[in-house]
Nanobody, 115 residues
Framework: QVQLVESGGGLVQAGGSLRLSCAASGHTICISAMGWYRQAPGKQRDLVATYTIGANTYYADSVKGRFTISRDIGKNTVFLQMNSLKPEDTAVYYC?????????WGQGTQVTVSS
């Protein structure tokens, strides 16, 4: 079992920045990748960015050049630095961990970007 706890969401004006954190605990040795998803009201949950154990990163086209994912492996923590935020980035952001082909999710953190 892996437990994920997110922090860092909030309200920000368009053009501003936020940094999300996700701390993993439990059977973390099995984690091969960690990432962030987001879900806006009435929409499906979409992948934002991932960071694999081989330090490979992936970004959705909508956030490339604005968001940066990083990972502190020693602390089992993944971060999402979000710059140049837009109102369309407003969503609940969820941390995800891939552990032995099982998905684990955090409780989500709200990010609201005002225009």
């Amino acid at each position: 079992q892996v437990q994920l706890v997110e922090s860092g969401g909030g309200l920000v004006q368009a053009g501003g920045s936020l940094r999300l954190s996700c701390a993993a605990s439990g059977h973390t040795i099995c984690i091969s990748a960690m990432g962030w998803y987001r879900q806006a009201p009435g929409k499906q949950r979409d992948l934002v960015a991932t960071y694999t154990i081989g330090a490979n990163t992936y970004y959705a086209d909508s956030v490339k050049g604005r968001f940066t994912i990083s990972r502190d492996i020693g602390k089992n923590t993944v971060f999402l630095q979000m710059n140049s935020l837009k109102p369309e980035d407003t969503a609940v952001y969820y941390c995800n961990a891939d552990c032995s082909y099982s998905d684990y999710w955090g409780q989500g953190t709200q990010v609201t970007v005002s225009s």
